[in-house]
């Protein structure tokens, strides 16, 4: 399927969903209002499933006060072959930032990732954490999180994994021109029988004032998985971004 073809795909099918990874951090909210923006584009994956399909992703952060910052990320990803459904994620995360100074923060993270073709059923998650903004100017930002939680890892058969949980958090951002932005934003989930890992690198360039091209690379690690399941997913997309 060409660049193209999932473009005019998209004009007719609307809600296709996708996966992107996201920040608990929220380093990039709003002084005050609101920013957001709704994703759309083409996407390959490779481990538990290799496939070519349709992604849409809708993110949306608010500035509730001086202190007080909160977000949603909802994303999805569907991939249909003669009619029959092959591949198809669900994610959902909410997060809250109130910041204690200039540099300081705490935060938390509430997420939900529905996988029908992953190792797990789906994997869900709570969390609070510390955060210190190491720096944030005209050239981009850079935010260090590490908190506290309790995941969920739900199996297709057998007892669910459960178990308290340290996360780590990294956003970081570099403004390489006026239309062009590089981000790197990592999650990791530290447990006493398991460890989970999420990673995306992304390059956005500006081509109006509202949309953007956004061309990203994810990786989703899960120390351990149902037997014949992969460890590590790894998806590559190329999406068209629409801001407000």
Not at 126 to 133: D, K, P, R, S, T
Not at 146 to 156: D, K, Q, T
Request: aromatic share 14%; proline share 1%; hydrophobic share 35%.
């Amino acid at each position: 399927m060409s660049f193209k073809k999932s473009l005019v795909a998209l004009a007719i099918c609307f809600s296709s969903p996708a996966l992107f990874a996201q920040s608990g951090l929220l380093s990039d909210a709003p002084e005050e209002g609101y920013i957001g923006n709704i994703d759309f584009g083409y996407i390959s994956t490779s481990g538990n499933t290799e496939t070519e399909s349709l992604n849409g992703a809708f993110r949306y952060i608010t500035r509730i006060s001086d202190e007080w910052s909160t977000g949603v990320h909802i994303t999805g990803m569907t991939n249909t072959n003669d009619e029959v459904r092959e591949a198809e994620r669900y994610t959902f995360v909410w997060n809250n930032r109130y910041d204690l100074s200039e540099r300081s923060f705490v935060y938390s993270v509430v997420d939900y990732m529905n996988d029908y073709f992953g190792a797990y059923d789906y994997q869900a998650g709570a969390y609070v954490g510390y955060g210190h903004e190491l720096f944030k100017d005209d050239t981009g930002h850079f935010s260090l999180g590490l908190g506290l939680g309790y995941r969920i890892n739900a199996l297709e058969a057998g007892e669910d994994e459960k178990e308290n949980v340290v996360r780590g958090d990294l956003d970081y951002q570099y403004n390489i021109s006026e239309t062009a932005t590089f981000t790197q934003v990592v999650a990791a989930i530290w447990g006493q029988d398991f460890d989970t890992y999420a990673s995306e690198t992304a390059l956005r360039t500006n081509i109006s004032e509202s949309l953007s091209l956004k061309l990203a690379y994810h990786i989703n690690y899960n120390s351990e998985v149902p037997l014949g399941a992969e460890k590590r997913d790894t998806t590559t997309t190329v999406s068209v971004s629409y801001s407000f």
